[in-house]
């Protein structure tokens, strides 16, 4: 397990503008990332651990699928892509979000 240092080290380190701005405000939820039953972070992590799990084991994928049946198996797939999107698209506006904090800063 990294120790507080090492984890700070590797949240800020490229950052070092942010890190001295920012260490120690509090970590508010924004509505968008965030619901009661799950957190969209925590969930994009698992969608990426499934997804490099899956492209990296196609012939696994193809005996369930014959198993367990291509319709299922392609509602999964779908469903997972679409899950991918949805996040694609909030990391997105984030993105933007971020592109407009370029404002802050005088005209040169």
Request: aromatic share 4%; charged share 30%.
């Amino acid at each position: 397990m990294l120790t507080t240092e090492a984890m700070d080290e590797r949240k800020w380190g490229q950052s070092p503008v942010l890190r001295a701005a920012l260490t120690g405000k509090p970590d508010t939820s924004w509505d968008k990332l965030t619901s009661i039953s799950d957190d969209s972070i925590s969930a994009l992590g698992r969608h990426i651990d499934i997804t490099t799990v899956a492209c990296r084991n196609p012939d696994a994928l193809r005996a369930a699928a014959r198993d367990l049946g291509w319709q299922a198996y392609h509602q999964d797939i779908e469903g997972l892509r679409d899950r991918l999107e949805h996040a694609s698209g909030w990391l997105h506006e984030l993105a933007r979000e971020v592109g407009d904090l370029h404002r802050l800063a005088p005209e040169p």
